[in-house]
C-alpha cells in the first residue's frame, strides 16, 4: 500500500479528520456533499499541481477557520509528507516531506497520483485547452519537470502576445529572444506529451475491446516539434499573429484525439457510457505506467455509479492486478459488494470519517 495515518486539518468541510489502517481498496460512502470528494482532493494535493479540482488556494481552508489547512499522510516505509496553507501565508501552498520544506514539485519524487472525476466526462466534448491539461496532469505525474517546462512557455508565450497586441513597433531583438526561449520550452513540453501518448498508445493497444471501449490516442502538434523548426516559424508568422493578436502555431494549440477502436469513432461523437469506458480505460492505463516506478495512487471519484454489473467486475479485476492503492467515493456500498471484504471502508457524514468493520 501506498499511504496511511492521513489527516485532514481545517480543510474543506474536514475540521479533524484521520484515516488509518488503510488497504488496497479504500472506500469512501456517503450523501452528497458530507465530504468524500474534499478526501479525494487532499490526497491529490499530494502530488504537485492545482489538485483534482484545480481549485484556488483561497477556496481549500476550512470556513470560519484562521486560514489554514493541512493534509499530511505517512507513505510506505516511514516517509512523511504533507501539504498546506498557513494562515500567515494564505497565498502560497507549502509541502515538506520528513519534517523539511520542499518545492511542491518536490512531492512527485515520492508519490504518483492518478485520478478520474465525473467534471471529466466532459473531456470530448470540450474545447482542446482541456484535453491539454488533461495531457499535461497525466504528464506530470510522470515527468516532474514537465511543471516548469510549461510554465516557461505560458510565461514566453503571454510576453509575445503583449508585445504583438498592445506594442506598437516591438523590439525585433527581444521578440526574437523571446521566440527562442518560447521554441525551446515548447519543444519539450510537446515532445514529452508525444512520449506519453506513445506510452499510453502501447499499453492499449493490448486491451480487448469489450467490455471497455478501447481508446485508439493521437497526439496532434499545433506546430513543429523540434526548436529550430518552431523558432522559425514564430519568426515567419509574426505579421500573421499581430493581425490575430495571439500566436497561432505552437504547443499551446495542441491537442488529443480519441477514437473508439470497436466503432472507428471519434469519442465526441460517442454515447455517454463510452465515453466513460474510454476514460476509465485511458485512465488504468495511465496508472500502469505510473506504477512502473514510484508508488501510485489512483483516485476514483463515483466511478462505479454509472457502470454496469459486467463492467464494474472488469473494473475491479483490473485494479486488482495493478500496483496502486486505489480509493473509490460512492452513496452506497452495495456497487462495491466485490470488494468490500478487502477494502478498508469508511462511512463520511459532514466532514467525519468513521471507519467500518
Known amino acids: 500500500m501506498a499511504l496511511d495515518r492521513i489527516t485532514l486539518t481545517d480543510f474543506r ?47 481549500l481552508p476550512s470556513q470560519g477557520g484562521d486560514g489554514g489547512c493541512a493534509v499530511s499522510a505517512e507513505l510506505e516505509g516511514g516517509v512523511q509528507l504533507g501539504t498546506g496553507i498557513k494562515p500567515d501565508r494564505p497565498g502560497r501552498r507549502v509541502a515538506r ?6 518545492p511542491a514539485l518536490g512531492l512527485s519524487e515520492w508519490l504518483s497520483i492518478g485520478w ?9 466534448s470540450e474545447g482542446a485547452g482541456a484535453r491539454r491539461r488533461f495531457l499535461d496532469r497525466l504528464v506530470l505525474a510522470l515527468e516532474p519537470g514537465h511543471a516548469r517546462n510549461a510554465a516557461r512557455m505560458e510565461n514566453a508565450l503571454r510576453e509575445r502576445n503583449r508585445l504583438l497586441s498592445e506594442v506598437a513597433e516591438p523590439d525585433p531583438a527581444w521578440l526574437e529572444a523571446l521566440e527562442s526561449q518560447l521554441a525551446e520550452a515548447g519543444s519539450l513540453v510537446a515532445e514529452a506529451r508525444a512520449r506519453l501518448v506513445a506510452a499510453l498508445a502501447e499499453r492499449l493497444a493490448l486491451l480487448p475491446e469489450t467490455p471497455f471501449a478501447r481508446p485508439i490516442l493521437s497526439y496532434q502538434p499545433g506546430g513543429p516539434r523540434d526548436a529550430a523548426a518552431l523558432a ?15 500566436t497561432l502555431t505552437g504547443p ?20 455517454t457510457g463510452e465515453q ?22 489512483l483516485l476514483l471519484d463515483e ?8 463492467r464494474r467486475t472488469a473494473l475491479f479485476d483490473r485494479l486488482r492486478t495493478g500496483r496502486a492503492q486505489v480509493w473509490l467515493t460512492g452513496t452506497e456500498l452495495a456497487p462495491f459488494a466485490a470488494i468490500a471484504d478487502e477494502a478498508a471502508i469508511w462511512r463520511v457524514r459532514d466532514g467525519q470519517a468513521e471507519r467500518l468493520g
Request: charged share 25%.
Open 97 to 102: 516531506a520528513n519534517g523539511a520544506e520542499i
Open 13 to 59: 468541510n474536514h475540521p479533524e479528520t484521520r484515516l488509518s489502517g488503510t488497504a488496497r481498496f479504500n472506500l469512501l460512502v456517503g450523501e452528497n456533499g458530507a465530504g468524500k470528494t474534499n478526501v479525494l482532493e487532499a490526497l491529490s494535493l499530494l502530488a504537485p499541481g492545482r489538485g483534482l479540482r484545480r481549485a484556488a488556494l483561497a477556496e
Open 232 to 246: 522559425a516559424e514564430l519568426a515567419s508568422t509574426r505579421r500573421r499573429d499581430r493581425a490575430a493578436q495571439r
Open 116 to 124: 478520474l472525476t465525473p467534471a471529466m466526462d466532459r473531456l470530448f
Open 276 to 297: 466513460k469506458a474510454l476514460l476509465i480505460a485511458i485512465t488504468l492505463a495511465h496508472a500502469d505506467l505510473l506504477q512502473d516506478s514510484r508508488p501510485a495512487l
Open 303 to 310: 466511478v462505479a455509479a454509472h457502470l454496469d454489473p459486467v
Open 252 to 271: 499551446h494549440r495542441d491537442d488529443l484525439a480519441v477514437t473508439m477502436a470497436g466503432k472507428d469513432q471519434p469519442a465526441s461523437a460517442c454515447s
